[in-house]
């Protein structure tokens, strides 16, 4: 029967290179394997993040004057028709429309 103490030292033995591959056993929250906070920087070393949303920024003001070009428009054409009919060309920028908001509107939520 072995004693005790020497299967004690025989675990530390082994463990031990374990422990200084791994960090030492460190597992805390904020522990990130190597390499991962270079992926969140750019070449330069900006912050790839605030890359990302200024760049989602600038596409969402671009849409927004798209936006506000195609409503007036499309009320420009609103009011032009004589008709309760509306012509397939104010569908097709009303379509257009809720397709640049949604894009919008998905780009502001991926920033909170």
Not at 36 to 47: A, F, H, N, Y
């Amino acid at each position: 029967m072995a004693k005790p103490w020497l299967l004690a030292l025989a675990s530390l033995l082994l463990l031990s290179p374990m422990a200084a591959q791994t960090g030492g056993g460190r597992s805390g929250v904020g522990d990130a394997p190597l390499g991962v906070d270079r992926l969140k920087r750019m070449p330069d070393g900006r912050s790839r993040t605030l890359m990302i949303l200024k760049s989602d920024v600038e596409k969402s003001s671009a849409d927004m004057a798209k936006v506000i070009e195609l409503a007036t428009a499309l009320q420009k054409d609103i009011e032009r028709n004589q008709f309760h009919t509306v012509d397939l060309r104010s569908v097709r920028k009303a379509e257009e429309i809720l397709k640049l908001v949604k894009r919008v509107k998905s780009r502001l939520s991926r920033a909170q």
